[in-house]
Nanobody
Framework: QVQLIESGGGLVQAGGSLRLSCASS????????MGWFRQAPGKEREFVGG????????FYADSMEGRFTISRDNAKNTMYLQMNSLKPEDTGVYYC???????????WGQGTQVTVSS
């Protein structure tokens, strides 16, 4: 069983930055691909991007426009989402997920709220 806990959300003005963290319990973090998702109010959850388990190669949804950067530190069992030039439409609950293979997200965190004011 993998437990994931997101942190780092909050209220930020448009144009600002936030870094989200996703901490994993246990010793198996490095064996999972990791992903970030978000859900805006009244909308379906959407994929933001992810990072592979061993090589740590990030990959992103096309719509993320290069403003987001995903990284991981396997020694700290933590994944990060650096978000720059934030826009009000980035507002939502951000979730992290873990799974193998990529796309089979078996474990989810509880989410962290990001609110971007205009």
């Amino acid at each position: 069983q993998v437990q994931l806990i997101e942190s780092g959300g909050g209220l930020v003005q448009a144009g600002g930055s936030l870094r989200l963290s996703c901490a994993s319990s246990g010793r198996t973090f490095s064996t999972y691909h990791m992903g970030w998702f978000r859900q805006a109010p009244g909308k379906e959850r959407e994929f933001v991007g992810g990072i592979t388990r061993s090589t740590g190669n990030p990959f992103y949804a096309d719509s993320m426009e290069g403003r987001f950067t995903i990284s991981r530190d396997n020694a700290k069992n933590t994944m990060y989402l650096q978000m720059n030039s934030l826009k009000p439409e980035d507002t939502g609950v951000y979730y992290c997920a873990a799974g193998v293979p990529v796309g089979r997200w078996a474990y989810w965190g509880q989410g962290t709220q990001v609110t971007v004011s205009s």
